[in-house]
Nanobody, 119 residues
Framework: QVQLVESGGGTVRAGGSLRLSCAAS??????MGWFRQAPGKEREFVAG????????YADSVKGRFTISRDDAKHTTVYLEMNALRPEDTAVYYC??????????????WGRGTQVTVSS
C-alpha cells in the first residue's frame, strides 16, 4: 500500500498563500484528494484530481485553491492555497479517492500538515 506524507503547512496571515505537498511512496494512478479537519469539526473534502487531470473543489475553496499532480512520476500531489482565510485553519490531509463521484477517501490517514491563518 502506498504511504502518503503531507508537508508545507504553516502560519500565515489572512490573504496569504501556502503550497502543500503530498508525497507518495510509490507511483499512484488513482484519483487523489485533499481533506481538512478543523478543531471540533468533521473532516471535509477540499479538492480532488484524477490521473487524467480532472479536478473538483469544495465550494468554499473554489477560485482560491488549486490542486495539481506532477506529470512525470505521479508521486506528488500539490495544493496551492491563495487568499487564505481564518476559516481555512485546519489540519490538511491527502488520500486516494475510492469514489470520485462521492469524494470518498480510502481512509488511510497520515499525520497531516497544520495550516493556521491569522486574521
Amino acid at each position: 500500500q502506498v504511504q502518503l506524507v503531507e508537508s508545507g503547512g504553516g502560519t500565515v496571515r489572512a490573504g496569504g498563500s501556502l503550497r502543500l505537498s503530498c508525497a507518495a511512496s510509490g507511483r499512484t494512478l488513482y484519483a487523489m484528494g485533499w481533506f481538512r479537519q478543523a478543531p471540533g469539526k468533521e473532516r471535509e473534502f477540499v479538492a480532488g484530481a484524477t490521473y487524467s487531470r480532472d479536478t473538483q473543489y469544495a465550494d468554499s475553496v473554489k477560485g482560491r485553491f488549486t490542486i495539481s499532480r506532477d506529470d512525470a512520476k505521479h508521486t506528488t500531489v500539490y495544493l496551492e492555497m491563495n487568499a487564505l482565510r481564518p476559516e481555512d485553519t485546519a489540519v490538511y490531509y491527502c488520500d486516494t479517492l475510492v469514489s470520485w463521484l462521492n469524494r470518498t477517501p480510502r481512509g488511510s490517514w497520515g499525520r497531516g500538515t497544520q495550516v493556521t491563518v491569522s486574521s
